[in-house]
């Protein structure tokens, strides 16, 4: 079956996205932001050859979804994040690598390259780490709700344990390069000067708390 890219991912909405983005951005903002961010993954993930792009969602697809987008739209599971990652999995149907939408430098090009190591000979997990401990993607051969048993789920702790597990479970894992999750406004000017041309980067400079860091990307 053709490998799938999935995107899990919770539709922002003011109160409820990039929380810790607030202040100094307001509510809205935050949301605005983390509707760029999840457009410029689904933009990124639709630009992988040969893979299927799967959005595994909470709420309502929204006018963040980027034009022409052709990918599959399914809601998530019930339950916490490991539960719905297992399902997002099983909805697959098939080897797949999972991200979230904390990401937007995510390209095309470093989705690809953990899909080609996924179906690489001697492996049967990937696993990207994020520089606040947790990991930014996970990718399966083959659907094991077992994979997130007993993961504690946003904690420094998250991508040691999450990489013991699989390898309790016998598979065996290959590490993705690390990159920085946007969780803080240091986070997000980070992230912006490293990728300029990014939708999250431009609505980034455009907010008057944008900082030099964002400022200095858009000038680069």
Same mark, same amino acid.
């Given at each position: 079956m053709t490998p799938a890219v999935i995107v899990l991912a919770k539709a922002p909405a003011a109160g409820r996205s990039k929380t810790r983005l607030?202040? /100094?951005?307001?509510p809205a903002e935050a949301a605005e932001l983390a509707a760029a961010a999840l457009h410029d993954t689904l933009e990124a993930a639709g630009k992988v050859t040969d893979a299927r792009v799967l959005l595994v969602l909470e709420g309502p697809a929204g006018p963040w979804l980027p034009s022409g987008f052709r990918g599959e739209i399914v809601r998530?599971?019930? $339950?916490?994040?490991?539960?719905? &990652?297992?399902?997002? @999995?099983v909805t697959a149907r098939g080897p797949a690598l999972a991200v979230g939408m904390d990401t937007p430098?995510?390209?095309? +090009?470093?989705?690809?390259? *953990? &899909?080609? #190591?996924?179906a690489s000979p001697g492996v049967d997990a990937v696993l990207g780490p994020s520089a606040d401990?947790?990991?930014w993607a996970i990718g399966l051969r083959r659907a094991d709700a077992r994979a997130f048993a007993g993961? /504690?789920?946003? #904690?420094r702790r998250t991508g040691s344990v999450q990489l013991a597990r699989?390898?309790?479970? *016998?598979?065996?894992?290959? +590490?993705? $390069?690390?990159?920085?999750?946007?969780? #803080?406004? +240091?986070?997000?000017?980070?992230?912006?000067?490293?990728? /300029?041309? #990014?939708? @999250?980067?431009? &609505?980034?400079?455009?907010?008057?708390?944008? *900082?030099?860091?964002?400022? +200095?990307a858009g000038a680069g």
């Open positions: 607030c202040p /100094p951005l307001a998530q599971r019930a $339950g916490g994040l490991g539960d719905r &990652l297992a399902g997002a @999995f430098q995510l390209t095309a +090009e470093l989705l690809d390259r *953990g &899909l080609q #190591t996924l401990g947790g990991y993961v /504690p789920m946003s #904690t699989l390898r309790k479970l *016998g598979l065996r894992v290959t +590490e993705l $390069g690390r990159l920085q999750d946007v969780d #803080t406004i +240091e986070d997000a000017q980070e992230v912006a000067a490293s990728s /300029p041309g #990014t939708r @999250f980067a431009a &609505l980034l400079r455009s907010l008057p708390v944008a *900082g030099p860091a964002a400022a +200095e």
